[in-house]
């Protein structure tokens, strides 16, 4: 790694805001193919909410898009941390593989 960048974002602030619009898009386009491939075509109102969120939301959607059922389901508001509704996010199999 050069002098310039530090863990990766250009250290430039015109370049940083290039590197992190890039970042945006790339989050984007790969939940939009993890939505169609999970849940068929994204719709034009699912298009359109990922267009407009910012990073912490995307990087929940793209860790969701692998439990939820539905795309209304991913988009909803997630549970308060420690809930019991929390805990039921996320099931696992059990050792017996149920």
């Known amino acids: 790694m050069t002098d310039d960048h530090r863990d990766g974002i250009p250290a430039d602030p015109a370049l940083a805001e290039a590197w992190f619009r890039?970042?945006?898009?790339?989050?984007?386009?790969?939940?939009?193919?993890q939505i169609g491939h999970r849940y068929g075509s994204a719709s034009r109102a699912t298009l359109r909410r990922l267009a407009s969120a910012d990073l912490v939301a995307l990087d929940r959607w793209a860790?969701?898009?692998?439990?939820?059922?539905?795309?209304?389901?991913l988009f909803a508001k997630p549970p308060e941390p420690g809930s019991f509704e929390a805990s039921k996010t996320i099931s696992r199999p059990d050792a017996k593989g149920g």
């Open 63 to 73: 860790r969701r898009v692998l439990v939820c059922e539905t795309v209304e389901e």
């Open 22 to 33: 890039g970042l945006l898009e790339g989050q984007r386009r790969m939940l939009e193919r």
